[in-house]
């Protein structure tokens, strides 16, 4: 009960009273999840606070989008702060944070050379791509297999797919693929 009292110069006083009812804030527990995420992927956050309806944010979008699952979404590099917010029935607010690293993917070009080899034979692949270290790969090396230096060799006829896979250092990828056909 809050009471307002007023006393004049004369000594006669006055009250009125209020009955004001504190409602308590919801229970917040701290947001569970990875903390960075690459550009163009996903990362799930959860929160398992009570006593409210729950909604998630995020500070710019700009940089990452956050769906009403908790689902973050890089969308450009920098950071971001995700916030889940949860409001009682009588408007009582709570507020938990995540600040999250979204990393930008290795800079990609186009694969250089030839796409055509014979059994037994070789071709140079070649990939400037920056941003990360680089990796050569054939998807069926019974056709064709590819050493660290992008040089394919025939190895029977058919079509292979030689892929060259960028990585950064916080894990991003970024993949380009050369369609290889080895003659008889």
Do not use: F, H
Request: aromatic residues 2%; glycine residues 14%.
């Amino acid at each position: 009960v809050i009471t307002y009292t007023v006393t004049t110069g004369s000594g006669c006083v006055s009250q009125d009273t209020a009955r004001v009812t504190v409602n308590a804030l919801p229970q917040m527990v701290k947001t569970a999840g990875s903390r960075g995420v690459c550009v163009g992927s996903t990362i799930t956050l959860s929160n398992a606070s009570t006593g409210g309806t729950g909604v998630w944010s995020s500070s710019a979008n700009g940089i990452a989008t956050v769906d009403n699952n908790g689902v973050v979404r890089g969308v450009g590099a920098g950071n971001v702060v995700i916030t889940y917010t949860v409001t009682t029935g009588s408007d009582c607010v709570s507020q938990d944070t995540a600040r999250i690293n979204v990393s930008a993917l290795p800079q990609m070009v186009k694969t250089a050379g030839p796409r055509e080899v014979c059994a037994g034979s070789t071709i140079t692949l070649s990939n400037a791509s920056t941003g990360g270290t680089g990796v050569w790969s054939s998807n069926n090396p019974g056709v064709a297999t590819v050493d660290n230096n992008g040089v394919v060799r025939g190895a029977g006829a058919g079509n292979a797919v030689v892929s060259y896979t960028v990585t950064t250092g916080s894990g991003c990828i970024s993949q380009d693929t050369a369609r290889i056909t080895v003659n008889a």
